[in-house]
């Protein structure tokens, strides 16, 4: 596979988004609070593969602390009308990178999806890098 366009949107359509990824290279789930609560799916990707298209205005931002660190990092898009995520950033410099929602992508075809591979992440426990011991639930 290699990079692809998709176009991606909230549920009730005020958010609009493009975002280039290569689905070959990986998808990730992760078992930290709010991962966990929100079930999420996401892509990682350069800040310009991703566009906004349409709903600037009703993109809402959450930022998170993760427990044991002084300031927040991950931001965390949605949408303010539905509550969908779409995509959210982080980092600076040569260190930013998006994470795009995967339930949020509009074109993805299914086997595209079952034949991306997945990388799981302790966030849980601060260990990025690693797999968590069960990930069943993720």
Request: charged fraction near 25%; aromatic fraction near 10%; include cysteine.
């Amino acid at each position: 596979m290699a990079l692809k366009t998709y176009s991606g949107s909230c549920h009730c359509g005020a958010v609009r988004f493009e975002a280039d990824i290569d689905l070959s290279q990986g998808t990730n789930r992760c078992n930290c609070s709010i991962c966990t609560k929100a079930r999420t799916w996401f892509a990682l990707v350069p800040p310009d593969n991703v566009r906004l298209i349409e709903g600037a205005g009703a993109h809402t931002d959450y930022q998170w602390t993760p427990p044991g660190k002084s300031e927040s990092f991950l931001h965390f898009q949605f949408c303010s009308t539905c509550g969908v995520r779409t995509f959210g950033y982080a980092g600076e410099g040569d260190k930013a990178f998006r994470f795009v929602s995967i339930a949020a992508l509009d074109d993805v075809d299914a086997a595209e999806l079952a034949a991306a591979p997945i990388r799981y992440a302790d966030g849980r426990n601060d260990r990025w890098d690693q797999a968590p011991e069960d990930n069943r639930p993720l």
